[in-house]
């Protein structure tokens, strides 16, 4: 059984080791310069960034726009169903039948706000009844205070609240159980990306600011903090932070590219036709390229994260290994996961898009005008896009994690100072026990 010390040692420098060479020292000291010299200059274009892209705080015109469409003054409290009455609402079909359906009369108890204890009668159309409506379930109701003859109550939508909070629970459990203290930063950083999201990305997007520009300083505060965070500030972690701004530039560049030379509009949705309802000022193409940006932060830190580590790995296995070793057999790994992540981006994209997919299944259309048409080009671009940062993320990421591993000469990829025999023996002894 080895001994504490070689374990402790396994962690920490060896005061008992004798000092490295210069050259050593001198290539270390290059090491940390050159991440200095990369991050650096990002880290405060991107606070510039956010402090000039900031935005004021006061309603966008999309906003003010969107509030003329709901009544003054509406609310939407909660509504426990009392009572359940279900009629025929049958209509004519196309071919000259009767399309079967059925529609409730439904009485709620008001739960909250004003006119809370109040019991108001509503009826249900017949796709919320055929989703299921029972006694004691509890619906969001839409409260118009200033209809006439008084206030109007209308279904909204289903009360999700319990479900949804019950699995956010069991998800942070099973994240902190398994991962412990790495996954519950990791749930942190995910706050964190979040409030970035909800605090300056959405709003700057409706403020008319470049969707380019706010998405990519939004989404480069994202992963500075999120990878620190969640697997500590180490050169093996800064590998993959550099990786991972690479894949974000290049993916914002191609994404401009891709999008002029498709002529990709953004009209494409409900979703975006009623945003340009709201305010036909705002860059859609730019939203596309937007969205191509913020889809791709989750897999290029998945792929630069492990790249990393499969480089360190090998590092601290054999330090002996050179730049090129290191390259080529981090590739090795590179290559198996660059296979699966790309199935991985497509059925991400294919899974989003399922609805439309079904409309052109149905659509009498030859197969190359269903997949240049604008609606699909869109959903194509963004996945050839993200797959193309995926795909050269990898080498980048090995390429810069083989040169600080190789400089730097550490195990565990923060800038120890062991030599590689005692780097060995200490790793033989977590495996012997």
Known sequence: MPSS????HAHGPDPDAPPPPPEVLARRRQAVRLML?????????TVVGLIALWPSGGASRAQEAAETYLPAGTTYPDGRVVSVDPFDCSIPDSEGGVQDLTCASVVV???????AGEYQQLELPAEVYAAGIE????????RDPGAEGGPSYGFFDYERTTPLVLFAIAFAIVVGAVARLRGLAALLGLAFAFLVLLQFVLPGLLSGSSPTLVTLTGSAAIMFVVLYLAHGFSARTTTALVGTLFGLALVTVLGAVAVAAARLTGLTTEETVQLQTFDPSLDFSGL???GVVVAGLGVLNDVTITQASAIWQLHEVDPSMSWRQLYLRGMAVGR???????YTVVFAYAGAAMPLL???????????VTLTSSALAEEVIRTLV??????????????VGAFFATASGTETGSMSTKTPARGLAALRSRFAR
């Open 5 to 8: 010390h070689s374990h402790d």
């Open 37 to 45: 010299f990369l991050l650096v200059p990002v880290g405060l274009a």
């Open 109 to 115: 108890e008001v739960l909250e706000g004003d006119g």
């Open 135 to 142: 006694v004691d379930d509890v619906l969001v109701l839409s």
């Open 288 to 290: 596309v390229i937007a």
């Open 336 to 342: 198996d996961h660059i296979a699966s992540t790309v």
């Open 358 to 368: 079904l409309l052109f299944e149905i659509y009498a259309q030859p197969a190359g």
């Open 386 to 399: 993200g797959g193309i940062a995926l795909v050269l993320a990898v080498p980048v990421t090995t390429a």
